[in-house]
Antibody, heavy 119, light 112 residues
Framework: EVQLVESGGGLVQPGGSLRLSCEASGFTFSRYWMYWLRQAPGKGLAWVSRIEGPATDTNYADSVKGRFTISRDNAKNTLYLQMNSLRAEDTAVYYC????????????WGQGTTVIVSS | DVVMTQTPLSSPVTLGQPASISCRSSQSLVHRDGNIYLNWLQQRPGQPPRLLIYKISDRFSGVPDRFTGSGAGTDFTLQISRVETEDVGVYYCMQSTHFPHTFGQGTKLEIK
C-alpha cells in the first residue's frame, strides 16, 4: 500500500524556519516526482513545490521562491521542505503528494502536517 | 496560470439523488500528447484530498462507479449518480496539463 506520512509541522514565529519531512513507503520512491501542496485555513489547494525523482529538477511557486527549498533522500525514501523566513500567510496544512508515472499529475496524498506562523 | 472556475460553490442534495459539479478552464487543456488532464479530487471533512477522476473520465483505483467525469474543450463535469452520506465534502477540479497545476475554488456537497 502506498503511504506518505508527513511530519515537522508546528507553531513558529514570523521570520522563523521549519523543516517538513515526508516518509514514503509502498512504492519505488526514487522513480517518482514528488510535490508539496498546501491549504490555508478554510481555503482551497495550492501547489508549493515539486522535485524530480533523481532530484535533478525542482520548481517553486512564486510565493515561496527564495524562501523554501525542496529536497529528497532517495536512500531514506524521504521528501523534505525547508521553510525559511516564514510569514503569517504560510500558515496552512502542508501535504506531501506523489506525482503519477502514467500521466502528468498527482495521485496519492499524505495526511498533511500543520504549520502555524504566529507571534 | 490557468484559472479553473467551478459552479456551484455549494450544492445541497438529497440522499440517493444525483449531483453535478461543473468546472471551466480559462484556456485549452489539451496536452502536447493530445490528452486533456482534467482531474477531480474529493476532500471529506477533516481528511486530506483524494484523487477521484483523472484525464477527464478515468476513475482512480478504488473509486466507486457512481462517480463519472465528462467534458471537452474547456468545460467539464463531475456527476454522482446517487449521492451517499460518505460523499459529503468539498470537490475540486484540477488541471495538470499546464504547469503550474491549478485548482478550482471547490464545491461543497452537503445533504439537504
Amino acid at each position: 500500500e502506498v503511504q506518505l506520512v508527513e511530519s515537522g509541522g508546528g507553531l513558529v514565529q514570523p521570520g522563523g524556519s521549519l523543516r517538513l519531512s515526508c516518509e514514503a513507503s509502498g512504492f519505488t520512491f526514487s522513480r517518482y516526482w514528488m510535490y508539496w501542496l498546501r491549504q490555508a485555513p478554510g481555503k482551497g489547494l495550492a501547489w508549493v513545490s515539486r522535485i524530480e525523482g533523481p532530484a535533478t529538477d525542482t520548481n517553486y511557486a512564486d510565493s515561496v521562491k527564495g524562501r523554501f527549498t525542496i529536497s529528497r533522500d532517495n536512500a531514506k525514501n524521504t521528501l523534505y521542505l525547508q521553510m525559511n523566513s516564514l510569514r503569517a500567510e504560510d500558515t496552512a496544512v502542508y501535504y506531501c503528494v506523489r506525482g503519477s508515472n502514467d500521466w502528468p499529475g498527482m495521485d496519492v496524498w499524505g495526511q498533511g502536517t500543520t504549520v502555524i506562523v504566529s507571534s | 496560470d490557468v484559472v479553473m472556475t467551478q459552479t456551484p460553490l455549494s450544492s445541497p442534495v438529497t440522499l440517493g439523488q444525483p449531483a453535478s459539479i461543473s468546472c471551466r478552464s480559462s484556456q485549452s487543456l489539451v496536452h502536447r500528447d493530445g490528452n486533456i488532464y482534467l482531474n477531480w479530487l474529493q476532500q471529506r471533512p477533516g481528511q486530506p484530498p483524494r484523487l477521484l477522476i483523472y484525464k477527464i473520465s478515468d476513475r482512480f483505483s478504488g473509486v466507486p462507479d457512481r462517480f463519472t467525469g465528462s467534458g471537452a474543450g474547456t468545460d467539464f463535469t463531475l456527476q454522482i449518480s446517487r449521492v451517499e452520506t460518505e460523499d459529503v465534502g468539498v470537490y475540486y477540479c484540477m488541471q495538470s496539463t499546464h504547469f503550474p497545476h491549478t485548482f478550482g475554488q471547490g464545491t461543497k456537497l452537503e445533504i439537504k
